[in-house]
């Protein structure tokens, strides 16, 4: 059975600060389909809008009146840590959160970015970007992008393997972008910035979606950094939500409205974002595609929609969150109301799909943040000494300390003798292996021997067979294409036969030594049966002498001959083993 959850953050009302019932404030793990029910609760937290984060074994919160972010462990279902920062975070997105160990971005008051890889600890910071705090994040779905808005009406772009790159270059040439910064910076809003998204699309015509209290909502062209279309909204926009397809855009209003901006209203021949002669043309939403409750509702704080795209969910700051059915367009149902203000709704993944891929890797436990000085742009240092040069910056590696600190979702494959199988892919098998495997270097030791056996001809010596034409031209003076492909083709089959002659020359000896090894082991084992039956032979012919001289009986001179001549025979039977006959 199919089960959809969803996660809402609230914050303190500003008209209950010195209220008992702040111990209620906090984030909420609901059900949502089939049933929706409370499944639950981290008490003691308040986070503003755009400052909720969630994996799948953790929440980050960054709390509204504190310089922290409180970590919690779903599984566990307990706060796993208190995490403070030199600043205030008023933003959170986490990048690469489907490999299991994600890098959790946190946009500060100050303008700057800060990347903190949960599974290694490591804490990377950017130079100030905004003139004022980012107070919005989007990732785009490769993990490769992110979007950073302000109030200052700005919006930045950035790459995010090139910040998280070991040897950023600190190049003085003017035609490269410097180090930490922006990929591009989009300046077509002219008041605050609300909220920014991206579209579901992993190609290179994937959209970003921003919109500002300037009543604008633009859609970019993440590729090219282009306005591909501007909507004029009625008022000023709160947050919003994209359609799973991209075929829309729900925006949230202050007086608990939605408008709905619809990509294909206009009829067009091709992807109307991308027709040229509705680019340049600003379009306003019908009012018609506004939807209104019946009753005065409170400002919507934040949109999120379900998995199928069907049902719309707006947390108010009233406490209360509304579903909308999105093909009646009308207001369906109230699912929850936790009395504070809900600034934040994220969806779950979805659980209960058979045969469901899961991550490889889990991370259990978070690795808090160590700030490493070797790594800062502005040239502080790690240790309050001089800044650090350009040189040593642009040639600095991993740091030796770098430790990656997850566990493997599932047991690698492997034969019951504890050998790679051979089910394994040759990638695998050098994984696993405790060096070099020695068939990959025979194998390498064998190409480099067969390109030297056919590049040696062909260098040592200048005949050249009267049968072959000593020239590359025909008769009439044009080159012989097909000459050379023949030769080329020579060449690479000779070199294909040796490769294949050598590995053939190795697996004949490995067949031969492991048939003699054991034809070894049967024969040893042979002379260890043979020595055991003639010890235990010669043991009960001592006690039955034994015997015999205790009851006074007369012991014969065969008798004692016998066991002289099976102790002097025992020598006939040495082998390999004997020392670990004996031993027994």
Known sequence: MLVESFVASTRKSELSKTSTALKDVGIHINEFQPLPALKASFKKSSTQKNCLAITTTHLFAAQADKSVVHVYNIDR??????????????????????????????????????????????????????????????????????????????????????????????????????????VRSLSSHRAAISAVAFGHGSSKTNIAISTSDDNACIIWSLSSGDVLHTYLLQDPPQCLAVDPADRAVYVGYGDGSIQVIDFYKKPSLSNPLYDSALQHTPTQPPTSDRWRLDSVASPILCLELSYDGTTLLS???DGKIRTWNIPTKTFFSQLADFSFPITNLLMLPLAGFPNLPQPKLKLHNVVKPRYEGSLDVNGSGG??????????????????????????????????????????????????????????????????????????????????????????????????????????????????????????????????????????????????????????????????????????????????????????????????????????
């Open 315 to 317: 947390g108010h700051e």
């Open 383 to 584: 240790g309050g000494g001089g800044g650090m040069s350009k040189a040593s910056a642009s040639i600095s590696t991993t740091p030796a300390n770098y430790t990656f600190s997850v566990q493997f979702a599932s047991t690698l494959p492997s034969s019951p003798t504890g050998r790679c199988s051979s089910a394994r892919s040759s990638f695998q098998e050098c994984l696993t292996h405790p060096s070099f495997p020695t068939s990959l270097l025979e194998e390498g030791v064998a190409e480099l021997e067969s390109l030297g056996a056919t590049a040696q001809p062909n260098s040592s010596s200048n005949f050249q067979n009267p049968s072959i034409p000593s020239s590359s031209n025909t008769n009439d003076g044009t080159p012989s294409e097909d000459l050379s492909a023949l030769r080329a083709e020579n060449a690479r089959l000779t070199s294909e036969l040796a490769v294949a002659l050598s590995r053939q020359r190795k697996a004949v000896a490995e067949m031969l030594e492991l048939e003699r090894m054991r034809f070894e082991k049967a024969e040893d084992e042979a002379v260890k049966r043979a020595r055991k039956k003639r010890r235990r032979i010669r043991r009960m012919k001592r006690e039955e002498r034994r015997r015999r001289e205790v009851m006074g009986e007369d012991v014969g001179v065969e008798d004692e001959e016998d066991e002289a001549g099976e102790d002097d025979g025992g020598e006939e039977l040495s082998s390999s083993t004997d020392e670990n006959v004996e031993s027994e």
């Open 77 to 182: 279902g307990n706060q796993e840590a208190i995490v403070p920062f030199p600043e205030k975070i008023t933003s959170l997105a986490l990048a690469g959160e489907h490999d299991g160990a994600a890098v959790l971005i946190l946009g500060t008051e100050v303008g700057r970015l800060i990347l903190w890889e949960l599974a290694t600890g490591r804490q990377i910071s950017t130079p100030q970007s905004h003139l004022q705090a980012v107070t919005c994040l989007a990732v785009d779905p490769t993990s490769n992008f992110v979007l950073s808005g302000s109030p200052d009406s700005s919006l930045n772009l950035w790459a995010i393997p090139p910040l998280l790159s070991f040897t950023a270059s600190l190049s003085n040439d003017p035609s490269q972008p410097l180090p930490f910064s922006p």
